[in-house]
């Protein structure tokens, strides 16, 4: 989604090496990113480690929008993946620009009913498939054109991670 520029002058601009934490589960929010250069995946993790990603985002993508329009902590981690540029929106700057210029909310609206089609396909997809059915749909999205030769863009760990599985369990079905 193309960020409107009355919207893309209200962020500050932040870079940010390769690992960097920037949301935490349970960190209060006082705003959130827009993705200019680089990417960051969003994940969760339980008491023993074990994360499950949930989305990688890429540029055009926001990260951490939802929370920051709901007013609680945020549910999940959030990390860039590679050297990333990202606007950052503070949640008091941009609700007294909202109140300013109440046409700027159509754009978020979009922006969230948008997300929320994305996460029920997503839990759609790892609730009623099975894992050989996610990776055959995963390697077939790598294919271009009419012949179909894949690398792997990431490391099987992290696209077992991707998938909803374990290493082990993504091994067997290669």
């Known amino acids: 989604m193309e960020l409107p520029p009355a919207i893309a002058r209200i962020g500050s601009p932040k870079q940010y090496n390769k690992g960097t934490l920037l949301l935490q589960e349970g960190q209060s929010c006082d705003g959130f990113y827009y993705i200019t ?5 969003v994940f969760s993790m339980d008491i023993n480690g074990k994360e499950m990603e949930i989305a990688r985002l890429a540029p055009g993508d926001f990260c951490g929008e939802a929370i920051a329009f709901a007013g609680k902590q945020f549910p999940v981690y959030a990390e ?19 109140k300013r210029q109440p046409a700027l909310a159509a754009f978020f609206l979009e922006l969230l009913a948008n997300k929320c089609i994305t996460l029920n396909k997503r839990l759609e997809t790892l609730s009623m498939s099975t894992v050989r059915q996610r990776l055959s749909k995963y390697l077939l999205q790598q294919c271009t054109g009419d012949s179909c030769n894949i690398t792997l863009p990431i490391k099987k760990g992290q696209l077992a991670t991707e998938l909803g599985t374990v290493i082990e369990t993504l091994s067997r079905n290669f």
């Open 37 to 41: 250069s680089g990417s960051v995946r």
């Open 80 to 98: 860039t993946t590679e050297k990333s540029v990202l606007l950052f929106f503070k949640k008091t700057v941009l609700d007294a620009e909202l």
